[in-house]
């Protein structure tokens, strides 16, 4: 039905946001989560998340093959959290992530209800590293064709919406 | 009678933006400060933004005792400057933020005006160490709770106010 | 006619946007790169971008003489890309920023249509460096006082413009 893009900084109540859209829509939610638990720190964090978000989600972990579940998740409504944790996934397993963007720009086309979380992460001075300043070219060029092809396009600051699109 | 939140980054034109919607409000205003004086060079910068602020200011320092200070603040308008550095001489000093967050948000109500300015700091990427990590995330928390009970929110961007609520 | 400030943060779209504005105003346009070819790489990189702008433009190279660069200008609409490469420039040759922003809002009074493009760099942790504090307070302080003297300016995120004024 429709696309949504909800960016917003570091703790800056997006995955609330998001969830608060899901919420509204439907009864029936999938809940895409993009983080990976490579250790028993990462595996309690998810699993807390995961409680906290209660009744009426059915969760699917996707830290690679998004594109895999979006299509396979069955809610009316769809929430990823976040395109940012599974960008730094992308790129940790050397894959390109330009042609990975493609392949989920390509589930855009649905009767669902999309809800996709992204980090806006282009705001400071540019990185030291290498691989940061890789990252933050990506990031940036991921959230602009997402975006692009949303119907709906908020920035979350301090908890608050910002209508972009 | 109303408590509005200037969120910004660095050299955003905040602190002018909040003096200014002071300066507009009452002739009897305190401005309460959080930097604390460590060393000369900070003394002096503390007395020259002092100096630059004119008359009609009464000012209180308070690195650390925020909710007091305002209790104990007598002008009509007071105005905050600034949340991120009282956030981090609390941390500093270990005290609890989410505790010290609730006592300054009881202080809301008052009939005074309240002008508090708070950075903005969570749009870079993932800060290299856990200190950073921890502040970001506090700050990020502490934005969304004041912003929560605050009437007005603006973001000011290149001496820029957009209105967030 | 009149002089937009579009400001951005990394890969957000930003220099789009200022071509697509540049576009829609005038055939006759000249492209100020501020970008200094150090390397081959760089070379490289400036090359494929002026290739990439397509025909209609005239490109002059200004790392550091952005004023001069604009009186000499012809094209009715001038592109500016982008201040941050040029004030970065200018410190690195030791020049002092509020100057040479003095310079540059005099050149602000012109029959042309300006378009100039900067980044909002003080949205993060502060930084560990001297260097890095020193230039982002110079970033902000001429965003801030370039906004001032613009009649347009907006904020682009993930490609969509926000206008700030």
Redesign the interface.
């Known amino acids: 039905m429709a696309v949504t ?1 909800i ?7 997006k995955s609330s946001r998001a969830q608060a859209l899901a919420e509204a829509e439907s009864d029936t939610r999938t809940f895409i989560a993009t983080a990976e638990a490579l250790d028993d720190e990462m595996a309690e964090r998810i699993a807390r998340h995961q409680s906290d978000r209660g009744k009426g989600w059915t969760t699917i972990d996707a830290p690679l093959s998004l594109a895999d579940a979006l299509r396979r998740s069955t809610g009316k409504v769809v929430l990823v959290d976040c395109l940012t944790l599974w960008l730094s996934n992308v790129m940790h397993h050397e894959r390109d992530p330009d042609q990975e963007t493609a392949r989920l720009l390509e589930t855009f086309d649905t009767p669902k209800t999309l809800i996709l979380v992204s980090n ?8 030291e590293t290498r691989l ?1 300043r890789r ?3 990506a ?3 991921l ?2 064709a ?3 092809a949303c119907d709906r ?1 908020e ?1 979350v ?4 919406p ?1 209508v ?2």
């Open positions: 893009l960016l917003g900084g570091a703790r800056s109540g806006e992460v282009g705001f400071g001075l540019v990185p940061g990252f933050r070219d990031q940036g060029r959230n602009q997402v975006a692009a396009v920035l600051v301090a908890g608050l910002l972009l699109k």
